[in-house]
Nanobody, 122 residues
Framework: QVQLVESGGGSVQAGGSLRLSCSSF????????MAWFRQAPGREREGVAL???????NYADSVKGRFTISRDNAKDTLYLQMDGLKPEDTAMYYC????????????????WGQGTQVTVSS
């Protein structure tokens, strides 16, 4: 069993920055892929950024150039640096972990955090 706990969300003005963290606990040795997803009210959960155990990354077009995903495997911690935030980035952000190659599909991930709210005002 793996537990994920996100932190770092909050309310910022457009153009501001936030750094999200996701700490993992439990049997994390087999975790190959990690990702950040987000979900706004009335919308389906969408993939934001992906990273595999070697540090290879992939980003949704909507955040490319503004967000940076990274992981510290020794600390079992995932990060999302969010710069140049826009109102359309407002959503609940979720950390995810799994044993498959990283994908933007939510069902590729076995474990999920509880979410951390990001609100960007115009």
């Amino acid at each position: 069993q793996v537990q994920l706990v996100e932190s770092g969300g909050g309310s910022v003005q457009a153009g501001g920055s936030l750094r999200l963290s996701c700490s993992s606990f439990g049997n994390t040795r087999g975790i190959y892929s990690m990702a950040w997803f987000r979900q706004a009210p009335g919308r389906e959960r969408e993939g934001v950024a992906l990273i595999d155990i070697e540090g290879n990354t992939n980003y949704a077009d909507s955040v490319k150039g503004r967000f940076t995903i990274s992981r510290d495997n020794a600390k079992d911690t995932l990060y999302l640096q969010m710069d140049g935030l826009k109102p359309e980035d407002t959503a609940m952000y979720y950390c995810a972990a799994g044993f498959r190659v990283p994908m933007f599909a939510p069902d590729a991930y076995r474990y999920w955090g509880q979410g951390t709210q990001v609100t960007v005002s115009s």
